[in-house]
C-alpha cells in the first residue's frame, strides 16, 4: 500500500460475502486551502493538500483575476495553516474586479458571470491547426490511467494531465475535478508554457464549466474517459474545439471538430 | 434509445478499432437555472433542467435559508428562461443572511461558512438508534441503479435517493451530485418528509460538504457507489453519522458507527 501525505491509512470495516472483518483501508485526504489577495480572503477550496501554490495560481488564471506571472508579486503557500497569500501588482479592489460573481456551492455553475463568460468566449474561437491521431489519443489516455497512483488506492480522486501529442507534460490528482485541472493551469502559468497547441487529458466529466475553462486557455483538444453535456457540446462546438469523449479501450466518441483527431 | 427532455439525441463520430463512423448518441441535457430570493438573484446553478423547483428548495434548505415551507410566501418556475423565483416570508436582507459566505467555484467547497459550520454542527450529533442489514443496504444500491435511466443512456450524471430501511421513497438524477441530493431534499421539505430516521443512498462520492449537508439534515446513513475523504470519515465519525462507501456487488465499507449496519 502506497502511504504518503494524500492517503490516510484508517482500521475499517469490511463487509464481505456476508461477513464483517476489521481492516486497514487508504483514504485519501482532503483539506482545507483558504486563498488570500492582497491580505483579502478570496475562497476556501476543499482540496488534495499539494502543489497549493499551483492550485491557487490555477484558480486565480481560471477566475480571471490573473493572466501570467509577471502579475504576482508575492506567493506564500502555509501548508500547515492551510493558507495560500498571493500578493498581485495590481492593488485594485479585489470585490470591484469579482463584480457579478455569485455564491455557488453545487459544483456545477457560477452566477451572472456564466452568461458574460459565455458571451465573451464566443467572440474568441480557438484557432490551432494541431491534430491528433486516435491512437495517441488512446495512449495518452492510458497513461494518464499509469499515473494515477492516487486514485488506484483509494478510489477517491479525480486525475487530469496537460500533454503535446506524443506524452503528458504535466499530471495532478485532486479530489476536486477542477482543482486537477486548476493544477495544471498553476504549473503552466508558473512555467511559461502555452496551452494553445496542448491537448487536456482529464478522467472527469466534461460539463459546460470544464469547456470554459478550456475556452479561456484557447486550448485546441480535450480527451475525457467520461460523458459530456449539450451545454458542454454546444460549447465546444461554437469556441472551434475538439471535444472527445468515453476514451476507452479502443473506442472513443468525438463530440465536435473531429477533423482534429486525423 | 430512451428520449425525453433531459436527453438530446446528436450525431457524432464514433472511433472503433481503428474505424470512424457517423452514429447517433445520446447526450444529458444541461442547463443553468437561475435563482431569485425576494427579487434579488442569489446563484445560478447548472443542472439536469427538471424539477426546478425542488432543486430551488433544496438548494436553500442546504444553504440554511430555509427550514420549513411554512417560510415560503410563493415559489414560481420559468422554466423555459431557466428562472427560479423564490418569495420569503422574511424579507430580511439576503446578503446580511450569507454573510461570511465565499464565491467558489472549483465544485469542492465553501468559504469561511465552511468552517462556522464544522463548528456548529459539531455540537449536534445526530441520535437516530436506525439500523439497517447489510443485505438491506445492498438491496437499496441496487435499487438505485435500476432507477438510473438517465445515467445509462448518457453516463452523464449522478443518482440520488432517500430511502428507509426497505425501499427508496424519492430519486433523482442530475448532472451534479450535489444538485440530486438537494432536489431529494427541497421534495422532502415540500412532502414534510423527516430525514432523521431516514438513509441516503448516492452513487457519488462522499466529500465533506456531502456529509455536512447530510449532518444539517440529522441523516443518520449514507451509502455510497465511491469513495470517502479523510475529512467526510472524520465528520461522520464526529457527527454520529454511519458512514458506507464502496457499495457493491456483494461487499462494502463501513467508515464510522457500524453497529447500524447490523
Redesign the interface.
Known sequence: MVTGKNI?T?Q???????T?ETAA?A??????M?IFVNGE???????TPEDMDLLALG?LR??GLLTSMDEVAALRVKEREGLVEVELKDRSNLAAR?YG????????????V??QALDALRSRPVNSEITLA?EQARQLMRQLQEKAVLFKE???VHSAAVADTKKIIFFYED?????AV?KIIGRCLLEKITLEDKILVTSG?L???MLLKAAKLQLPILLSR????????ELAEAMNITMVG?VRG??????TH?WR?A
Open positions: 490516510l484508517k475499517i470495516v469490511l463487509w464481505r460475502e456476508g464483517k483501508d483514504i485519501t485526504v482532503e483539506a482545507p483558504t480572503e478570496l475562497v476556501t477550496l476543499l482540496c484558480f481560471s477566475e469579482l460573481k455569485r455564491t455557488i456551492t453545487s459544483g456545477c455553475g457560477k452566477g451572472t456564466f452568461f486516435p483509494t478510489g477517491g479530489i476536486g475535478r477542477h482543482n486548476d466529466r460539463s459546460s464549466e467520461s460523458a459530456p453535456t449539450t451545454l458542454s457540446v468515453f479502443r473506442r472513443m466518441n468525438i463530440y473531429e483527431i
